[in-house]
């Protein structure tokens, strides 16, 4: 069964930090990419980043550059998201998803093929 389970979300104050973690099982994770994916209500599920498991490449779009970075721990089958400079419009669940196209159209959620069930993150002023 496949299985990826987010957590490390919760309550920040604008300009903190917090480390989300996926553990994942039941699939290669070398074969796949990792995605994560900000989703607020009323709106579609917005990529923050991806690492391609295979050799460690990143993704990230503008908004999250330079504050949010991505890595993963192979041998553990997770992956983590540092997010620093916390900002209220960082505020929403966290998804994290596997593509079996290593990051390849990493922005687009229908690229991804399993997803996790979410945490939230709220950044309060």
């Known amino acids: 069964e496949v299985q990826l389970v987010e957590s490390g979300g919760g309550l920040v104050q604008v300009g903190g930090s917090l480390r989300l973690s996926c553990a994942t099982s039941?699939?290669?994770?070398?074969?796949?990419?990792i995605g994560w994916f900000r989703q607020v209500p009323g709106k579609g599920r917005e990529a923050v980043s991806c690492i391609s498991s295979s050799d460690g490449r990143t993704y990230y779009p503008h908004s999250s550059q330079g504050r949010f970075t991505i890595s993963s721990d192979n041998a553990k089958s997770t992956v983590y998201l540092l997010m620093y400079s916390l900002k209220p419009e960082d505020t929403g669940v966290y998804y994290c998803?596997?593509?079996?196209?290593?990051?390849?159209?990493?922005?687009?959620?229908?690229?991804?093929?399993?997803w996790g069930q979410g945490t939230q993150v709220t950044v309060s002023s």
């Open positions: 039941g699939f290669i994770f070398d074969s796949y990419g």
């Open positions: 998803a596997a593509t079996r196209n290593h990051c390849v159209a990493w922005w687009n959620e229908y690229e991804y093929d399993y």
